[in-house]
């Protein structure tokens, strides 16, 4: 026969078991969920300085729009972004003597089966004043 203590000991055992089955699926949701903030995070800054860049060309030469979607994209290709996923919106304003320039990034979220498989659409813009 087996002794109390042995019992006690399998127990034990077999309760951390269920409970680590429990909880490990909701703690990979968690630092799945993390993961993704952090890249999109880490995406916005990159749109952020691509968009900035984009204006800056915009700002000297307003009629480029070539030269301006063109700063855009390889800004955010050295950023590490995918230029397939970017759309740019370029708008000049001669009156206040303005040029906007919109980013839209379509993210793809790696945790995508849990919401439904859509990509988050990431937006920034920046303006800068005609020299």
């Given at each position: ?10 127990r034990?055992?077999?309760?951390n078991?269920?409970e ?7 703690l990979?949701l968690?630092?799945?969920i ?10 916005y800054?990159v749109m952020?300085?691509a968009?900035?860049e984009a204006a800056?060309v915009?700002?000297?030469t307003?009629?480029?729009t ?8 390889s800004e ?5 972004l995918?230029?397939?996923?970017t759309?740019v919106q ?13 980013l839209?990034?379509s993210f793809p ?7 439904s498989g ?14």
């Open positions: 026969m087996q002794s109390h203590q042995t019992l006690a000991h399998r034990q055992a077999g309760q078991l269920v680590l089955g429990l909880l490990l699926p909701m990979i968690m630092l799945g993390l993961f993704d903030m952090g890249r999109a995070f880490n995406a800054i952020t300085n968009a900035r800056r915009g700002a000297v307003p009629s480029d070539a030269g301006i979607t063109t700063a855009a994209l955010m290709q050295r950023g590490g995918s230029t397939s996923l759309q370029i708008s000049t304003d001669y009156g206040t003597r303005e040029v906007r320039v919109t839209t990034y979220l790696l945790g995508a089966m849990i919401f859509q990509p988050v659409l990431l937006q920034r813009g920046v303006s800068m004043v005609i020299l």
